[in-house]
């Protein structure tokens, strides 16, 4: 049984940073590229980051480029997402997903396990 579990959100000003941490069990997490992804009330789902296996590669959305870094510890089978210089429409629920695929992709429908998610809030 796959499970991605998410945690370390929370709520932080503007400005402020969160690290958001995902620990993967049930699958052979270093043959995955995994992706964060985030909902924000009434939107649509999407895409934040991604992370091929091996970590070689990353893609950013336009949005966060340059403030969010996604980075993987296959050892622990584990990815992360450190969000820096946070802002209000940061605010969102997070979620981690997995994808058997070697190039990250951006599309949600394309990843096969997902997390419940986890609470991102940022105070102006």
């Known amino acids: 049984q796959v499970q991605l579990v998410e945690s370390g959100g929370g709520s932080v000003q503007a400005g402020g940073s969160l690290r958001l941490s995902c620990a993967a069990s049930?699958?052979?997490?270093?043959?995955?590229?995994m992706g964060w992804f985030r909902q924000a009330p009434g939107k649509e789902r999407e895409f934040v980051a991604a992370?091929?296996?091996?970590?070689?590669?990353?893609y950013y959305a336009d949005s966060v480029k340059g403030r969010f870094t996604i980075s993987r510890d296959d050892a622990k089978n584990t990815v992360y997402l450190q969000m820096n210089s946070l802002k209000p429409e940061d605010t969102a629920v997070y979620y981690c997903a997995a994808d058997y695929t070697f190039v990250p992709r951006t599309e949600a429908y394309r990843y096969d396990y997902w997390g419940q998610g986890t609470q991102v809030t940022v105070s102006s």
């Open positions: 049930g699958l052979t997490f270093s043959s995955y590229s």
């Open positions: 992370i091929n296996w091996g970590g070689g590669t990353t």
